[in-house]
C-alpha cells in the first residue's frame, strides 16, 4: 500500500518550454507531498512542501515563478517547470508524507533541457 | 542548524565482507530516522525507521541501530544486490514532516 505513482520517468525538452510532473497517490489521500530535486551522485534537496488546497511552501533559494506547484486534490500534486533551460536538468522526486507511517516516494522523472 | 552526515560517501566490499555504514546527525528534537536505499534512476525505497536511542531493526542482511548521536547501518555477508546508494534522513521536532537527507554512501559490492 501507499504508492505514489510519478509520470513520466524521463522526459526531454526544449529550452524555453514548461514541462509539467505528476505525482498521484494510488490508493491513499496524500495531504502533504514533497518534491525534491537530485544532482548526479548527490542527495535529495527539498524544494518545496505543497499541502493540498493550499499555496505551496518554497525552500530557500528555490524560484517559485520558475518551480509551479499545484496541489489541488488529495491524489494529485504537480510540479511544472517553467521556461526551462540546460540548468534545470535534473532528476525531480515527489514524496507523500503518511504521517506515523512515514514516507513513500515517487520513482523519479529525468528531465533533460537541451 | 539540522544535519546529517553519512560516512563513508562510497565503500567497496568484497561479497560476505561484513561493514558498517554510519549517519550522525544534529537536530532540534528528533522524530524519527529513516533509512533509505536508492538505486540509479530510482526513487527511494524504505528501509527502516527509528524513534528512539537504543532501537535496533533487521530486515535480512541489514541492521539499523540508533544512538542519540547517531544511526549505523550494518550489513552482514552482503551480496552483489546489496550494490546501491543508502540514504539517510531524519524528521525533527521542529518542523512540518520535513525530512532533511545525508550525502548518501554508495555502496559496491563485488562478487
Known amino acids: 500500500g501507499a504508492v505514489v505513482s510519478q509520470h513520466p520517468s524521463r522526459v526531454i525538452c526544449k529550452s524555453g518550454t514548461s514541462v509539467k510532473i505528476e505525482c498521484r497517490s494510488l490508493d491513499f489521500q496524500a495531504t502533504t507531498m514533497f518534491w525534491y530535486r537530485q544532482f548526479p551522485k548527490k542527495s535529495l534537496m527539498l524544494m518545496a512542501t505543497s499541502n493540498e488546497g493550499s499555496k505551496a511552501t518554497y525552500e530557500q533559494g528555490v524560484e517559485k515563478d520558475k518551480f509551479l506547484i499545484n496541489h489541488a486534490s488529495l491524489t494529485l500534486s504537480t510540479l511544472t517547470v517553467t521556461s526551462a533551460h540546460p540548468e534545470d536538468s535534473s532528476f525531480y522526486i515527489c514524496?507523500?508524507?503518511?504521517?506515523?507511517?512515514?514516507?513513500?516516494f515517487g520513482s523519479g522523472t529525468r528531465l533533460t533541457v537541451v | 542548524e539540522d544535519q546529517v552526515t553519512q560516512s563513508p560517501e562510497a565503500l567497496r566490499l568484497q561479497e560476505g565482507e561484513s561493514s558498517s555504514l554510519n549517519c550522525s546527525y544534529t537536530v532540534s528534537g528528533l522524530r524519527g530516522l529513516f533509512w533509505y536505499r536508492q538505486d540509479p534512476g530510482k526513487g527511494p525505497e524504505f528501509l527502516f525507521t527509528l524513534y528512539s536511542a537504543g532501537e535496533e531493526k533487521e530486515k535480512e542482511r541489514l541492521k539499523a541501530t540508533l544512538t542519540k548521536k547517531e544511526s549505523f547501518l550494518h550489513i552482514t555477508a552482503p551480496k552483489p544486490e546489496d550494490s546501491a546508494t543508502y540514504l539517510c534522513a531524519v524528521q525533527a521536532g521542529s518542523n512540518t514532516g520535513k525530512l532533511i537527507f545525508g550525502q548518501g554512501t554508495t555502496l559496491q559490492v563485488k562478487p
Open positions: 514524496s507523500a508524507h503518511l504521517g506515523l507511517r512515514g514516507y513513500t
